[in-house]
């Protein structure tokens, strides 16, 4: 079941998951509170992946001379789209960063939306393997890079 997406309506339900998996991961970023803070919103979602973003803010700020949004909220957007992204697996019930590599490619745009999305690419009995890219409106050369492990709680019933 697929719905599309204009950036400021609802998010795209994609690879089986449910308006109950989006809610699931709605609910994950608001329950985080530097989430909350940047502002960071869930536009796209299926299962093993997600895509987050957050507009710019001044108060984000890390060189006023430049009104380059400092690395740490990019690595804060990255780390959860991560989590959100683990959280979509079906078998998922809760999930933590174990390691997270980030790679900063160049300065983001100023005055420019940063989108983050994040895959699974690998998943074991308790760690999930996943990968993150941020790009703002040039996704041709991306911002930064993520790398990560993430730990997997399993929904009670999920197979091993």
């Known amino acids: 079941m697929a719905q599309s997406q204009d950036g400021d309506g609802p998010p795209t339900l994609a690879g089986g998951l449910g308006a109950a998996g989006i809610e699931a991961a709605r609910r994950f970023i608001e329950r985080v509170p530097h989430g909350r803070a940047l502002g960071i919103t869930l536009d796209r979602v299926g299962e093993g992946w997600a895509e987050l973003s957050m507009g710019w803010d001044a108060r984000f700020?890390?060189?006023?001379?430049?009104?380059?949004?400092?690395?740490?909220?990019v690595s804060a957007l990255m780390d959860t789209c991560c989590g959100t992204a683990v959280l979509s697996l079906p078998e998922a019930a809760g999930t933590a960063t174990i390691d997270l590599r980030i790679d900063y490619m160049r300065p983001a745009t100023p005055r420019e939306r940063?989108?983050?999305?994040?895959?699974?690419?690998?998943?074991?009995?308790?760690?999930?393997?996943?990968?993150a890219t941020a790009c703002d409106a040039d996704a041709d050369r991306p911002v930064a890079m993520a790398t990560g492990t993430f730990t997997l709680e399993r929904a009670a019933g999920a197979p091993a």
Do not use: L, Q, W
Request: proline residues 3%.
């Open 114 to 131: 940063i989108t983050a999305r994040a895959e699974c690419y690998h998943v074991t009995r308790s760690v999930v393997f996943v990968r």
């Open 61 to 73: 700020v890390g060189d006023p001379r430049t009104g380059v949004i400092h690395g740490g909220a």
